[in-house]
Nanobody, 121 residues
Framework: QVQLREYGGGSVKAGGSLRLSCAASGLAFSGYAMGWFRQAPGKKREWLAAISQDGESQYYVDSVRGRFTISRDNAKSMGSLQMDSLKAEDTGVYYC??????????????WGQGTQVTVTS
């Protein structure tokens, strides 16, 4: 079965950094685009970033552009989201997803279970 699982969440002070990882199994990872989403308390899940299958195209929502960096290592079936200059409003549950189609808003078929990121002042 297909499984995506996020790692690296935790608590960090505002201005700090975290790196999230997404380990994929059960699918041809290099054949899928991947994305990262966040669900903040009391909010709907929002798209943050996406990366094409070959890693050559990256897309970001304006609120994280310049602070977050999406990447992938197809040889390891692993995706990453480097988060710098974190703000309190970055707090939420972060999800990775795999999909296909036309970026930035890919059609996501598979989702991880999420990892909590808490940014404190």
């Amino acid at each position: 079965q297909v499984q995506l699982r996020e790692y690296g969440g935790g608590s960090v002070k505002a201005g700090g950094s975290l790196r999230l990882s997404c380990a994929a199994s059960g699918l041809a990872f290099s054949g899928y685009a991947m994305g990262w989403f966040r669900q903040a308390p009391g909010k709907k899940r929002e798209w943050l970033a996406a990366i094409s299958q070959d890693g050559e195209s990256q897309y970001y929502v304006d609120s994280v552009r310049g602070r977050f960096t999406i990447s992938r290592d197809n040889a390891k079936s692993m995706g990453s989201l480097q988060m710098d200059s974190l703000k309190a409003e970055d707090t939420g549950v972060y999800y990775c997803a795999a999909g296909y189609g036309m970026g930035p808003l890919y059609d996501y078929d598979y989702w991880g279970q999420g990892t909590q990121v808490t940014v404190t002042s």
